[in-house]
């Protein structure tokens, strides 16, 4: 009956939703941000440790909400490993463009860990959810303490 | 007795219900958020717009004089589907969420005294929390909770003891929870607090919906319901208050159509319930209103109440029977919500799945963040019933909510 769906709950999210591998909080951070979708009560927060040159040296997180928020957050914690906070920046909008539209081509070699998203822009309630914990993330790296999907 | 509801003629003047939802019959089990509409309702909105429209209490000319009874008429009925003594006690509002601003606006700073306090409860829409916050940051009331059981309801000893300092000079609470599905004993609550000096204001969104409502009966000071949800428009509400409190209360909004008359030293305010009614109000929606409750009451309480009491029953024993699947909240005195969770999906992974296969439910907080607190939950998913709800939509429900804990094994 939603073998259709597959294309949206695939396997690699279905993994990552149950089994993410890098939800855990960092004891040793630099930064953090809690990030609230108000109209569905999906909430995460992310914490990040910086290098010695300001790339972001490793990103825990914890969610609580959907498949879809805790793959996003799971697979963002592989896709920014390394960057600097305006690559991560850059990141995010063409994350953006992929969750909206299913592709980005112009960033496809960075947004490589996210594409078993693409499919989400289909499903237009749910692209928040995906969104959800990049807007922690870059609030963490903004300094703020709390985002919002809205 | 009444007869049973003829589903089928009752479907039919519903011409949403025949819409396919990606090939799929449209199985739209969300009817507490906002119910659909009636060709009754359709019609008297689009018949206004195209045979009888003008600005209301001010023309005078053929059209609003028509316009304006036709508008007028409906506080006629909703003082009848209220059972209210008298039609100035009828408030024209946006929705409930602004009746509940007016009565905390207008009653609250002008009535209530700083350290007197607001009873609402445990198991409260936002609108029904958020004003009341509103009014103890500005004016200096308290805030008073009073909590539920764990089956939902509302606990009757715990709440009274909340009159016992005598502060309390306003009880706002709902009259049947958007997600509990549980109706309050509203003639208690009332009783009460009424022994204690308190008013109080029902929020019957909800109840309305399902039950035959009297404000008379039941005591109620203020009592407030949308009109989207009973089958009518957006954008038009109802609050009820009787006359001698509205009357002393002062006005909120000003503007045109609520004064006597203005000068610039000076204005004075026309009587109630225009006292309230600042500006133009939603016309048309006022007569699709009219429409929905006349359309309500031809087809009756009784009748409403036993099929969604059946629906209810049919759906808790359905969900129930489901591994893995919570219902969430036992009251024993039920409307046709319910909340539940499935342990191997999130809400919103379950309402995505039920989407495809044409189901419409609720899934989030439903705008009670601190209840789902109480429960320990994050979100559930809603399934809630109205008048064309059918047996069969349910079992349709629980049939995919099978296959829907199957998919994420």
Known sequence: MFEDLRDLYNATILE?????RHMRRLDDFDATAKGDNPMCGDRVQVWLKYAGDGSIAATGFDARGCEISKAAADLM???VAGRSADDTKALFAAFR?????GSCPDHAAALAPMAPLAAVHEYPSRIKCATLPWHALIAALDGKGVSSSE | MNAPLDLT????????????IRGKDLVFLDSAASAQKPRAVIDAMVGAMESQYANIHRGLHWMSERTTDAYEATRDSAARLLNAADRHEIVFVRNSTEGINLVAHSYGRGVLRPG???????????????????????????LRVAPITDTGELDMAAYEALFADGKVGLVAITHMSNVLGSYTPAERIIRIAHDHGAKVLLDGSQAVVHRRIDVQALDADFYVFTGHKLYGPTGIGVLYGKRELLEAMPPWMGGGDMISSVTYERSTWAQVPHKFEAGTPAILEGIGLNAAIKWVE????DA???HEAALTDHGLARLSAIEGLTVIGRAQDRGGVISFTLDRAHAHDIATLLDRAGIAVRAGHHCAE????????ESTARASFGIYTTTAEIDFLAETLTKVREFFR
């Not at chain 2, 003629?9 to 396919?20: D, E, M, T, V």
């Not at chain 2, 601190?370 to 939950?377: E, Q, V």
């Open chain 1, 97 to 101: 463009t992929l969750a909206q539209t």
């Open chain 2, 116 to 142: 007197q306090a607001v009873v609402i409860s445990e198991m409260e829409h936002h609108s029904n929390i958020v004003p009341w916050q509103m009014l103890r940051d500005d004016h200096g009331t308290e």
């Open chain 2, 370 to 377: 601190p209840l789902m607190r109480r429960l320990g939950l």
């Open chain 2, 9 to 20: 003629s009752i479907r039919a003047q519903f011409p949403i219900l025949a819409q396919k």
């Open chain 1, 16 to 20: 990552r939703g149950r089994r993410p």
């Open chain 2, 298 to 301: 031809a087809i009756g309480y």
């Open chain 1, 77 to 79: 914690v592989e896709a």
């Open chain 2, 304 to 306: 409403i109440a036993a």
